[in-house]
């Protein structure tokens, strides 16, 4: 054990620690470090520096602002494999994959560089006799994000860069699974020219989340995780009058139509189903077939491709995949899996015993499974799984498809595989699901658009990142005024006023 992990407060490394939690190298199943938790009295010490720094923040001009975001996307650059080395060692994400998670996030820090355009406000002149209107839009205020363990970089980069490049000052509270990447991109910002206060993180548990929410000082809470716990951070962020965006679980379906490029669909389902371990809101966890013919097809077209599929340790690029956060998240996806087998479903590809190289026999592998014959009444469909496991439903017609789709509790992103474009575009048009990929396996959408799914996958009107975060960093003032003069003076007017 080299260290504990510390909070950043104030633009100082602070250690809360009281209480500690081992953070573990999923690769080896080795303690790497611990984490410091912080009580009620760090987080609101976090809050209280938010607070202090946002006056003169907000003054701040907002090109300055963008040009500390410049700076800091070429630090992200510089310190890419560093960054990506912290995700493998506490997640256990391939270095490739790493790598594409952090790009994803700079992606999100380039938009925020924007901030001058996206911010600058609209204005109207004479909109009745000498009266002129504008408006612009305004920082909240201390505002908060809370992340989950699947994406450490990636995520907290679509909450701090765009809400303080904003004019809004940030406290992070990440996973204490995997703590150290988000403190190094925190230093990072510092280094980039962000003054001390802007920027605090806090590592913690429930006492941490609980104090976020409840503090009247802070105004806004942005969530990404599971959909439990988003429904309690939603209605406890907005029950103490806060601004929330909660973005929850995921059931991801592909209909594969029977004039798809199976080929195609092979390809796109190993990595959809199988990378990042299944460990992302977007994988696609459930093939949809259409008729027997092409599932029986896809099943061996899926089955063989998989005999190719490596798990192993972060550090070796040759790996498609790595291990699950910890040995207990294990434990459960192995037992979606016997589940399924006991309600019926048939076990193509069994990932429970893989082979893993030696003095790795500790770390937390699970290897890609493939399911068929899943029905809708079974627990490992109605439930997300979270891990690599793709599950395989027979239907007849293209409806039947959607029908299950949109009967889900879950709506954040699906995609169809076909040649037809009226098959496709009426997909599009009426599934029930937040975001839609056409012959697209992860239809995420890129930064200068917005992420967010339907039904129990968000809670909130405003998805993350993007134009939608813009809007939920700030609120608009609208201001109209007119200068009285010899020519434009008025008595007491008692009717509705009429500008035109």
């Known amino acids: 054990?080299?260290?504990?992990?510390?909070?950043?407060?104030?633009?100082?490394?602070?250690?809360?620690?009281?209480?500690?939690?081992?953070?573990?190298?999923?690769?080896?199943?080795?303690?790497?470090?611990?984490?410091?938790?912080?009580?009620?009295?760090?987080?609101?010490?976090?809050?209280?520096?938010?607070?202090?720094?946002?006056?003169?923040?907000?003054k701040t001009p907002v090109?300055?602002?963008?040009?500390?975001?410049?700076?800091?996307?070429?630090?992200?650059?510089?310190?890419?494999?560093?960054?990506?080395?912290?995700?493998?060692?506490?997640?256990?994400?391939?270095v490739h994959d790493a790598a594409g998670e952090l790009q994803r996030g700079i992606e999100n820090v380039e938009f925020a560089c924007a901030a001058p355009e996206m911010l600058k406000g609209e204005y109207s002149k004479n909109v009745g006799p000498e009266i002129d209107s504008w408006s612009d839009f305004q920082p909240l205020g201390v505002v908060a994000g809370i992340t989950p363990f699947n994406f450490p970089a990636m995520v907290p980069l679509w909450m701090f860069p765009l809400a303080i490049v904003c004019g809004n000052t940030f406290v992070l509270k990440p996973s204490e699974r995997d703590p150290s990447v988000c403190l190094l991109l925190a230093q990072l910002m510092q280094e980039a020219g962000l003054p001390d206060g802007v920027l605090n993180v806090v590592n913690g548990g429930r006492e941490a989340v609980d104090t976020l929410l409840a503090d009247p000082r802070v105004q806004a809470v942005s969530f990404v995780g599971s959909t439990p716990v988003a429904k309690y951070v939603y209605?406890?962020?907005?029950?103490?009058?806060?601004?929330?965006?909660?973005?929850?679980?995921?059931?991801?379906?592909?209909?594969?139509?029977?004039?798809?490029?199976?080929?195609?669909?092979?390809?796109?389902?190993?990595?959809?189903?199988?990378?990042?371990s299944g460990e992302r809101c977007m994988a696609l966890s459930v093939a949809v077939a259409v008729g027997g013919e092409t599932a029986d097809r896809m099943v061996a077209g899926i089955k063989a491709g998989m005999r190719h599929l490596k798990t192993g340790?972060?550090?070796?690029?040759?790996?498609?995949?790595?291990?699950?956060?910890?040995?207990?998240?294990?434990?459960?996806?192995?037992?979606?899996?016997?589940?399924?087998?006991?309600?019926?479903?048939?076990?193509?590809?069994?990932?429970?015993?893989?082979?893993?190289l030696a003095g790795y026999e500790n770390g937390f592998y699970l290897g890609a499974t493939l399911i068929d014959r899943v029905t809708p009444d079974m627990v490992s469909y109605r439930e997300e799984i979270f891990g690599p496991v793709l599950q395989v439903v027979r239907v007849d017609t293209m409806q039947e498809a959607m029908d299950l789709i949109d009967g889900h509790i879950y709506g954040n992103g699906t995609c169809i595989y076909t040649r037809?474009?009226?098959?496709?575009?009426?997909?599009?048009?009426?599934?029930?699901?937040?975001?839609?990929?056409?012959?697209?396996?992860?239809?995420?959408?890129?930064?200068?658009?917005?992420?967010?799914?339907?039904k129990q996958s968000m809670f909130g009107d405003l998805g993350t990142y993007g134009p939608d975060g813009t809007r939920f960093y700030t609120r608009r003032k609208t201001v109209t005024q007119r200068w009285p003069t010899a020519e434009v003076r008025e008595g007491a007017v008692f009717a509705m006023p009429v500008l035109g």
């Open 1 to 58: 054990m080299s260290h504990i992990v510390g909070h950043f407060i104030g633009g100082k490394t602070v250690y809360d620690a009281a209480s500690v939690q081992d953070v573990y190298n999923p690769s080896t199943g080795a303690v790497a470090r611990q984490v410091a938790l912080a009580g009620k009295a760090t987080v609101e010490a976090a809050v209280a520096a938010a607070q202090a720094a946002f006056p003169e923040w907000r």
């Open 235 to 276: 209605a406890t962020a907005t029950a103490n009058g806060k601004r929330c965006q909660a973005m929850g679980g995921a059931k991801n379906h592909a209909v594969v139509l029977p004039d798809a490029d199976l080929d195609n669909v092979v390809n796109s389902l190993l990595g959809a189903a199988f990378g990042s």
């Open 63 to 94: 090109l300055k602002r963008a040009r500390i975001m410049f700076r800091y996307k070429e630090l992200l650059e510089q310190n890419r494999d560093k960054i990506c080395a912290l995700i493998g060692e506490e997640h256990g994400k391939i």
């Open 313 to 356: 340790p972060f550090s070796d690029a040759a790996n498609h995949f790595g291990p699950l956060i910890t040995a207990a998240h294990k434990a459960k996806v192995e037992d979606y899996i016997a589940g399924a087998q006991a309600q019926g479903a048939e076990i193509v590809v069994d990932g429970r015993n893989p082979s893993v």
């Open 420 to 454: 037809d474009g009226e098959a496709a575009r009426y997909f599009a048009d009426r599934v029930s699901a937040g975001m839609v990929g056409i012959n697209i396996p992860l239809p995420v959408p890129v930064a200068y658009h917005s992420f967010g799914g339907w």
